[in-house]
């Protein structure tokens, strides 16, 4: 892949400018409406996670699991001691025997239609506006959450049918949002905003794995999806009375803050409405290491994402009312790192004036080579139950720095076309998804510790090798070919 240049080479005095420019005109964070935006998306990819996770946890009480008893004997480890569940919930929905390939198949599908609407996405929002694209989208996904007991009923492919049009409706979301905010987000404000908005994924999961756990136990694993369903309703609601397409088109936002913002990118969007340069995209160094990156970071999260519920019960014995406690953890864990990363990686930009690049490549290799580290570590914790959890804890939580890295480099390099370059990486990115449970669950047939060991090394070294790629050619200036005049961003 090709390098643009030396890092050392590049000339800070547009990052010198732009800092003290944006000082000086900067509106305010409280009450504004690009902040607005940031907690309304925020809450939108809340309910996206939810909706997405949800089943990882409700598949642990949709099997029917007549050999073991209600302390799970079958797990690994000695299990944990648990209240008995209220006898209500025992017929009031039901259960299924599905093998563990069935299982990885219907916890993968997902991704099969998530991978096809992610270059669309980008397109469409870019062509007709990326408020209505992300809204139907998730309305979509919210609809067929719905439908969700009725295809177990109807069988395995129903079920996975109706995952796969979940993904088709949530594979526009991030292209989407990346889109409207090449529109909303000043580039120093970028980590901040795009970190509180991305954190929604983080609390979705944080909220919608106990909550599952505990719907699960005191009432039925089917209430799980009607539950979510409504919440997503809500925010489609508030969406589409609070969300613009740009400041441009905002009715209620401030003069100062709209001049703010559009002065600040000025520079930095193309001038060419229409245009794509699809060759310059598809033959850019810096794009094609950020899909190694994304791909690689996903491996482990989504392993981690789909199969955690079953880690828990299968091998360190916790019950379904435990399970979705301890599994939020480590999202807990990144969405707080994530969180204090944006603010850190503006802050070394902004204030400590380092360069785009070298931020991105610091936060990259922090949240991806400490994750692999510490996923390693708990395959040899055994039934060391809170040696295991801190390390899982520890492995997502230093994942969530990554947001700071590789995840928000689209916007750097080519802000105008951010949400087709998001599609493409994204595209790439959700293979994990596809066959990673696929994978696992093939691994861990018996479910012994040293057959999740297979499992978490080779999440581990697919990590250290997204690192290695993004740190040697990773950019974050804005490239050539995605601007008409020539402009550097700090690099």
């Not at 079920?159 to 796969?164: N, T």
């Not at 707080?336 to 070394?348: F, I």
């Not at 039934?383 to 230093?398: G, H, K, M, R």
Request: aromatic share 14%; proline share 5%; charged share 10%.
């Amino acid at each position: 892949m090709e390098r643009y240049g030396s890092d050392t080479e590049r000339d800070d005095t547009p990052l010198l400018q732009r800092a003290e420019e944006e000082r000086v005109q900067r509106a305010p964070a409280c009450g504004s409406s690009r902040y607005g935006l940031a907690l309304l998306s925020c809450f939108g990819f809340f309910v996206v996670y939810s909706l997405r996770v949800n089943l990882s946890v409700a598949m642990v009480d949709m099997l029917n699991n007549t050999q073991s008893d209600t302390n799970h004997s079958s797990s690994v480890c000695p299990a944990h001691a648990n209240p008995p569940r209220p006898k209500h919930n025992h017929t009031a929905a039901s259960v299924y025997n599905w093998d563990s390939e069935t299982q990885g198949w219907i916890l993968g599908s997902f991704f099969y239609g998530y991978i096809l609407t992610q270059i669309l996405g980008g397109y469409l929002a870019g062509r007709w506006g990326p408020k209505w694209l992300m809204g139907l989208g998730i309305l979509g996904t919210i609809f067929f959450t719905l439908l969700t007991p009725v295809a177990a009923d109807l069988g395995a492919k129903y079920l996975i049918a109706v995952r796969v049009m979940e993904g088709i409706g949530e594979g526009v979301t991030f292209p989407a949002m990346y889109t409207m905010w090449a529109s909303w987000a000043p580039p120093l404000e970028r980590s901040r905003l795009l970190t509180i908005s991305y954190i929604g994924a983080q609390l979705g999961t944080v909220v919608s794995l106990p909550l599952s756990g505990q719907i699960c136990f005191y009432l039925d694993w089917t209430y799980v999806f009607y539950v979510f369903g409504a919440i997503g309703l809500v925010w489609f609601v508030l969406w589409t009375f609070l969300a613009f397409d740009s400041p441009n088109t905002h009715p209620r936002i401030s003069e100062q803050e709209r001049l703010y913002i559009t002065n600040s990118l000025k520079n930095e969007l193309s001038t060419s409405a229409g245009y794509i340069p699809w060759r310059a995209i598809l033959t850019s160094g810096p794009l094609w290491a950020i899909v190694v990156a994304h791909f690689s970071y996903n491996w482990t999260f989504y392993t981690l994402l789909t199969l955690l519920p079953t880690y828990m019960k299968e091998v360190l014995g916790f019950s379904i009312q435990q399970n979705g406690m301890l599994s939020a953890l480590p999202y807990i864990g990144s969405a707080v790192l994530a969180v204090l990363s944006g603010q850190l990686a503006d802050h070394l930009r902004e204030t400590c004036l380092v360069r785009t690049v070298t931020v991105r490549k610091v936060f990259s290799i922090v949240g991806m080579l400490g994750p692999a580290v510490f996923l390693v570590a708990v395959g040899y914790t055994g039934c060391d139950y809170t040696l295991a959890v801190t390390f899982l804890t520890l492995s997502s939580a230093l994942g969530g720095v990554s947001a700071s890295g590789f995840n928000i480099n689209h916007l750097d390099i080519a802000p105008s076309y951010a949400g087709i370059l998001l599609g493409i990486t994204n595209t790439f990115a959700t293979i994990p998804g596809m066959v990673g449970p696929v994978i696992a669950r093939t691994l861990t047939q018996q479910n012994t510790i040293e057959e999740w060991q297979t499992v978490f090394y080779i999440a581990a070294g697919i990590n250290l090798f997204g690192a290695t790629v993004y740190t040697l050619f990773g950019r974050g200036d804005v490239q050539p070919w995605a601007v008409h005049t020539s402009y550097n961003h700090g690099d």
